[in-house]
């Protein structure tokens, strides 16, 4: 149903100009038809070039049904017939009498604009009607507040605390109370019940949001220890099963080649010889995976040195680095048969880590792929759900809004246009993290270093603008604030400003909003208490109820036995840390130059993503 994997349209005759760009808009809020012969035949074959677009869509369309009608039917099963008569495994109230599984979904800075604007890219790319919406629009149930102990606008780290502990902390905290205190964590406790656990994300798996479910530090930039508390190295022990991300550098010992570490420690070897693990590290390994069924667990599966590329840039490398809903359907399966014979289910977080990264970035394109991505992984979830006999439920919510994204903006004095083009989003195949990085690639070589100012500026036309965004009319001005970038570079944040404008895609802020964001659910019946508008703990709470878990005696656990909150000052985990140079001008863009020689792998996000610099994504 989610399209995320399909190729962009191809690209047609028709949507050769931002005039026509607009008459397809007509087209597409179904508003008066095209009046004149020219725009008519124009319509005919825009009409014959999506024919047979049309015919595949057709086939998907009939496919996706026939799984709902299946979907349904189930549900329709599954509903006691008499309110009185509980059956399947559910009680009145919604909740499950026995054994149970809960997969709860985060979207990291996914707020409810992200949302309206990728129903509009997805209609438009796909041609489809109005009332053909997201998966996750079907299963919206409430709403979230997000502030955290200390801000009325949280970070990851706050946020996530609230999910897995239940209870507020300050921007940063990796699971620890305003006091430093360690507090139990959902998954923990789970796992101490008997439960099997996962965490599958897009980011680094060191990042806040699922550092937060088994790990307990007092500042999130301590992706060292972390790592090491991940993989069962603290007074737990190993409690995580499933563990499916990116960020291999922090495992990796500072004499080996791709390590961030600070020090000597080997996390793969600590991870395989103290605690068990199954460790893989690559697309083949991950891909026998899935052909061989079952998963020997605990399975560790670190598929890329950082985090995994954005789907927009991903889906030229599919063949190194797998997709949010792969992931998400390996560690599901794997879960399921691992706890086939247990009278306890299994629980297991998702992220769409870099939505948020695609919002600090202030890159639309970028983002519609990952909220595509995501809305997949969320159909990938509902239907392991409805195929299971275990009773089970998919939340799915966000820790906050990111970048403070509006589907409309004012372009200049005049009073704006009621428009913005998903045309303009539809044409970029890649991200404005990766032109950056080809920016950068072609500064650092011989003919770059050699270019002159004209040739620079042919070179961000062509090879950047027009090869990747789909844009043709790059102007003078533009390509100098791009040869002339200052404050910020590399000039990552230019690139995506002009995709935005010619969108009239508006952001306020690299950071993140406290706009309230949404909560989505299988089925509002299971979630009652998450109707409506909430606190983010009350959403942490209602996990641990859900699954009847004590997370208050894991907290006593953690505190009596002890945990190292804090790692070393200075050490090189903060190695990724803003560099103090970005302050300054120009004159020292060379030092980022250098600092970046080695850095331009350009599906790695490191520096170029806009969300790296100050560590509080
Ligand atoms: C999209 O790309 C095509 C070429 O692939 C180009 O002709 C068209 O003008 C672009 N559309 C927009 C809106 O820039
Ligand atoms: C590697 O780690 C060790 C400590 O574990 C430290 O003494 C050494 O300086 C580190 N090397 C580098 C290059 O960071
Ligand atoms: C840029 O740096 C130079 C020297 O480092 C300094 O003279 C100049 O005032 C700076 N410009 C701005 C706008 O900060
Ligand atoms: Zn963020």
Request: aromatic fraction near 0%.
């Given at each position: 149903m989610a399209p995320s994997d399909r190729p962009l349209l191809a690209r047609e005759d028709s949507r050769d100009s931002e005039r026509e760009a607009t008459e397809e808009d007509a087209l597409l809020t179904g508003q008066a038809a095209p009046s004149s012969r020219k725009q008519q035949s124009k319509w005919q074959k825009y009409r014959e070039a999506g024919l047979s677009v049309y015919a595949v869509l057709a086939t998907i369309t009939i496919i996706s049904l026939a799984i709902v009608v299946n979907r349904e039917a189930r549900r329709a099963d599954s509903r006691p017939s008499n309110p009185s008569q509980p059956d399947d495994g559910w009680d009145r109230d919604g909740k499950p009498t026995g054994k149970r599984n809960l997969i709860f979904m985060v979207s990291d800075g996914m707020g409810p604009t992200s949302l309206s604007m990728t129903r509009s890219f997805r209609q438009y790319i796909d041609v489809l009607?109005?009332?053909?919406?997201l998966v996750l629009d079907e299963h919206l149930v409430g709403s979230s507040r997000t502030l955290s102990s200390n801000s009325l606008i949280t970070d990851s780290a706050a946020g996530a605390t609230a999910f897995s502990c239940g209870k507020k902390s300050y921007n940063?905290?990796?699971?620890?109370?305003p006091d430093g205190s360690p507090c139990g964590t959902v998954l923990e406790a789970a796992k101490k019940a008997g439960y099997m656990t996962g965490l599958v994300v897009t980011t680094r798996i060191t990042d806040a949001t699922p550092a937060c479910f088994a790990a307990h530090v007092d500042?999130?930039?301590y992706e060292d220890i972390i790592a090491e508390q991940l993989v069962g190295n603290y007074p737990l022990g190993q409690v995580v099963d499933v563990i499916i991300g990116g960020g291999r550098c922090h495992f990796l010992p500072n004499t080996t080649e791709g390590s961030c570490r600070a020090d000597d420690k080997d996390i793969v070897k600590m991870a395989s010889k103290d605690y068990g693990y199954n460790y893989i590290d690559n697309r083949r390994d991950f891909d026998s995976l899935r052909s061989e069924g079952g998963v020997q667990l605990p399975l560790l599966a670190l598929l890329a040195d950082f985090d995994i590329p954005y789907e927009i840039d991903r889906a030229h490398v599919n063949d190194i680095y797998p997709s949010e809903s792969e992931m998400a359907k390996v560690a599901l399966d794997a879960l399921s048969v691992a706890t086939q014979d247990s009278d306890k289910g299994f629980f297991l977080m998702i992220e769409g880590s870099r939505i948020d990264h695609a919002g600090h970035g202030n890159d639309p394109a970028a983002q519609v792929h990952e909220v595509l991505a995501h809305d997949k992984t969320f159909a990938t979830v509902l239907e392991f759900l409805d195929n299971s006999d275990v009773p089970g439920v998919v939340v799915g919510t966000s820790d906050h809004e990111t970048g403070g994204l509006a589907a409309g903006r004012q372009i200049g004095q005049a009073y704006p246009e009621y428009k913005w083009y998903p045309a303009i989003l539809a044409n970029a195949t890649h991200s404005a993290s990766y032109l950056s990085h080809k920016w950068v690639a072609y500064l650092l070589s011989t003919e770059g270093e050699k270019a002159s100012r004209k040739q620079k500026a042919k070179f961000i036309r062509h090879e950047m603008f027009e090869k990747d965004f789909g844009l043709y009319d790059v102007t003078d001005e533009e390509t100098d604030s791009i040869i002339d970038a200052t404050i910020f570079w590399p000039p990552v944040w230019i690139i995506a400003d002009i995709i935005s404008q010619r969108a009239q895609i508006g952001w306020s802020t690299h950071g993140h909003t406290a706009v309230d964001v949404n909560i989505y659910a299988s089925d509002p019946r299971h979630v009652k208490p998450l109707i409506g508008n909430h606190e983010n703990t009350e959403i942490g709470r209602f996990l641990a109820e859900f699954l009847e878990v004590d997370v208050e005696a894991v907290t006593k656990e953690l505190v009596k036995k002890g945990v190292r909150t804090h790692g070393v000052e200075g050490g090189s985990d903060y190695v990724l840390q803003r560099p103090q140079f970005l302050d300054d001008n120009v004159s020292k863009s060379k030092l980022w130059i250098d600092a970046l020689r080695g850095h331009h792998d350009p599906y790695s996000s490191d520096l170029h993503s806009g969300a790296y610099l100050w560590r509080n994504e």
């Open positions: 009607p109005q009332d053909d919406i940063g905290a990796i699971s620890v109370l500042n999130r930039g």
